[in-house]
């Protein structure tokens, strides 16, 4: 299109399509902890986290800076992915962002939420179920009726054969 003059309009600015987060990747340092807060009793997943960080050595080698540790959080779905599929020791990468707050003692702190996390790919072996037949379900089995009593089956002892038969 054309501006009164003839010229090109200028492009309006472009918004990105992207929308990208925070990421974070390290591995769970502590025992997660889930619970479920507020009045409307929303899940809440928690573990601290450590990071590792690296520089480049001689030769362009990766070389261990240190190690940083850190508040993950994660909540709704996230924080029940979390619970079912992480523990201490697992590596991870986490979608989200960094939230800035002042702790109990009225210090600044930090902590990440996460809005998606899963395994680090880089860091552990899992398998993956592309056969829509091979998939664990991913909905809870059907609840068992515990409510009826058991009572075992009659079964009679078979009869000892006559030792002169037994060699």
């Not at 090109?8 to 769970?28: H, M, T, V, Y």
């Not at 025992?31 to 409307?40: A, I, Q, S, T, Y």
């Not at 707050?101 to 592309?130: L, W």
Request: hydrophobic fraction near 30%; charged fraction near 30%; glycine fraction near 8%.
């Amino acid at each position: 299109m054309t501006d009164e003059n003839g010229e090109p309009e200028a492009q309006a600015e472009r918004k990105p399509k992207l929308n990208p987060r925070e990421a974070l990747g390290g591995f769970i340092d502590s025992n997660p902890v889930f619970k479920h807060v507020g009045k409307e009793g929303v899940p809440k997943f928690y573990a601290r986290v450590g990071v590792n960080h690296f520089r480049r050595g001689e030769n362009g080698i990766p070389v261990k800076a240190g190690t940083t540790y850190h508040h993950l959080v994660a909540f709704r779905e996230a924080a029940e992915a979390a619970n079912d599929r992480l523990a201490r020791g697992d590596h991870f990468i986490a979608l989200g962002y960094v939230h800035e707050y002042q702790n109990r003692q009225g210090t600044p702190d930090e902590e990440f939420i996460a809005m998606r996390i899963g395994h680090d790919a880089m860091e552990t072996d899992y398998a993956v179920f592309r056969d829509i037949n091979q998939q664990p379900s991913r909905r809870k089995p059907p609840a068992v009726d515990r409510t009826q009593a058991f009572t075992p089956p009659n079964r009679t002892t078979p009869a000892r054969e006559p030792e002169s038969l037994s060699r």
